[in-house]
């Protein structure tokens, strides 16, 4: 399944963002999520599994949209597309990623945090951000303040949402979805407490304003 950022972005209200310690976990945890009404994952290559979990999921559970996430380097958006990636998101936005981006068909989702980098995103026709981190950089009040300038440009929140926030988010017309990583601490991974997840899930769904 080949989406834009657009469509990957308006997947779910809430992109789970994952980091896997085992690649045995990869399945379960797709599950759980797919369970509690989540189809897309974002698993960081801050892990060694991370890749292989993303090469597992896609092949093996295709209704769930796997992407990497922290993709910092030119050699991880390679290993990204090749494990079978649906989007890359990175924390960051340098020339190296856009061009890379550029030889591949999958999204790339870069991170901005200000508006120099917004304009760096759109002068490649990169209208699809993630904002970085979140809530340290000014949180809503922030993309409240980029929706003047840049009326064009659509955001995935990330870093330091939770429940109590997520909405001050999510009733933004700038925002199309969060990510985060509240429903899937490592420690419930770990105890393969997956019921729990999808528990969590479910709920935060019910809690978020566009589910
Ligand atoms: C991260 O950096 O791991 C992601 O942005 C998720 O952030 P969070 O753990 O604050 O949800």
Not at 27 to 40: E, M, Q, T
Not at 86 to 93: K, R, W
Request: overall charge neutral; charged content about 20%.
């Amino acid at each position: 399944m080949i989406l834009d950022a657009n469509g990957v972005m308006r997947t779910s209200p809430i992109v789970p963002v994952v980091v896997v310690d085992n690649v045995s976990e990869a399945l379960d945890l797709a599950k759980a999520l797919h369970n509690g009404g989540i189809s897309i994952m974002e698993i960081t290559l801050r892990t060694k599994a991370g890749l292989e979990a993303i090469e597992k999921i896609s092949k093996e559970f295709p209704e769930m949209l796997v992407g990497a996430g922290t993709v910092c380097t030119k050699q991880d958006y390679i290993n990204a597309v090749n494990a079978g990636s649906n989007f890359v998101f990175s924390p960051g936005i340098t020339d190296t990623l856009i061009n890379e981006s550029k030889k591949h068909t999958i999204p790339f989702i870069p991170g901005v945090s200000s508006a120099s980098e917004i304009m760096i995103a759109r002068e490649n026709d990169l209208i699809h951000c993630k904002l970085f981190p979140a809530t340290s950089v000014g949180g809503a009040s922030i993309l409240k303040a980029f929706a003047g300038p840049f009326p064009d440009i659509k955001f995935c929140p990330t870093g330091g949402i939770n429940l109590d926030n997520i909405n001050d988010f999510l009733s933004l017309n700038n925002v199309l979805c969060v990510g985060g990583s509240w429903m899937v601490s490592k420690k419930l991974i770990k105890e393969k407490k997956f019921n729990e997840i999808t528990e969590i899930v479910n709920s935060s769904l019910k809690i978020a304003l566009k589910d």
